[in-house]
């Protein structure tokens, strides 16, 4: 049965957005200490034609730029012009820490480890805690984007808990190069979504303020498999082919230096590397000292740390350690 435009209203903030329509509405929370508005645009386009309501966001760290290219590639392209159903887009979650360049709220807390949050918290937990309850609800499907944190680059990938298949299903037709199979952390929007049976995919690529072509093109074409399976992506479009099937990830660990000093990266992020093959070198500012840092195991490079100097004990690479085999 076709459902009527009064039973497809889409009720947001209060806000009612009809079939056929398009409509930006600010999610606003606080303010800053001069007073002025922080506004959180909320970008929904919705076809005529019932469908799926799908959720895309990025910035829930504010200094993870590429997330945002991601988001805002999307809603540039007009890829979230729906062919049935409704897409929502957030490019930014986290204005406050997008102002400053700062991973973290004003309060100092990762908003990403307080949802679902609290009516009377702080600041990221009242956020969190809005967000959850009168965003969340409307979404049949989420697409959260994510960079690797600090200096540390991801190869682009995407994590989902291995229990839930359907979600493993999902990740395939993602399609990103990398699927790590990993268990949601307490406290994050994934582990949120997960009890509030909300299907979520969640994407990392590149570093935090920084902005990568390679990885917001991964991000962009993998959104694009994910509408199309969803019957949602609008005709005008193609959808991309990828090269190869992304590779599952069971276990991946890492390693860790060994010495204090420059780090020289010799190897590409994504790279499949072979035991003691060398992935850097470590050096001391004095030219006295040169340690080659081998690799374990062989496997995958999927996190590589792009600090020019490291001390020792400080990760500098993420290397796969089991892979599913299908």
């Not at 076709?2 to 606003?28: C, R």
């Not at 993998?222 to 992304?246: K, N, Q, Y």
């Not at 590779?247 to 020289?264: E, F």
Request: charged share 25%.
């Amino acid at each position: 049965m076709t459902k009527t435009n009064e039973e497809n209203i889409l009720n947001i903030l209060g806000k009612e957005v009809l079939p056929g329509t398009s409509a930006t509405i600010n999610f606003n929370i606080a303010k800053l200490y001069t007073s002025t508005k922080v506004e959180i645009p909320i970008i929904i386009e919705r076809s005529l034609e019932p469908g799926p309501t799908v959720l895309i966001t990025a910035g829930i760290h504010g200094d993870e730029i590429n997330g945002v290219e991601v988001v805002r590639q999307i809603i540039a392209k007009k890829i979230n012009k729906p062919k049935r159903g409704s897409i929502i887009c957030i490019p930014v979650l986290n204005v406050f820490g997008f102002l400053n360049m700062d991973r973290f709220f004003p309060d100092g807390r990762d908003l990403n480890r307080v949802f679902p949050g609290t009516k009377n918290g702080s600041l990221a937990s009242r956020f969190a805690h809005q967000f959850i309850n009168e965003i969340l609800p409307v979404a049949d499907f989420c697409l959260d984007f994510h960079t690797g944190g600090a200096s540390r680059f991801n190869a682009p990938h995407i994590r989902v808990d291995p229990k839930n298949e359907k979600l493993v299903a999902f990740a395939k037709i993602f399609n990103a190069p990398f699927t790590l199979l990993s268990k949601n952390l307490e406290g994050s929007y994934r582990a949120t979504c997960a009890k509030k049976a909300k299907d979520i995919l969640l994407f990392e690529g590149g570093k935090s303020q920084n902005s990568s072509k390679e990885i917001a093109r991964e991000g962009v074409q993998g959104t694009m498999r994910i509408l199309h399976h969803l019957e949602m992506l609008h005709t005008d479009f193609t959808v991309p082919i990828a090269d190869s099937h992304s590779i599952l990830i069971n276990k991946s660990v890492w390693l860790r230096a060994k010495y204090s000093g420059l780090l020289h990266i010799k190897i590409p992020v994504g790279k499949h590397v072979q035991k003691d093959e060398i992935l850097a070198t470590i050096t001391d500012p004095y030219g006295k000292m040169r340690h080659v840092v081998k690799a374990h195991n062989e496997g995958y490079i999927i996190n590589a740390n792009e600090s020019p100097i490291v001390y020792k004990g400080d990760a500098i690479f993420r290397i796969t350690k089991e892979l599913v085999n299908e």
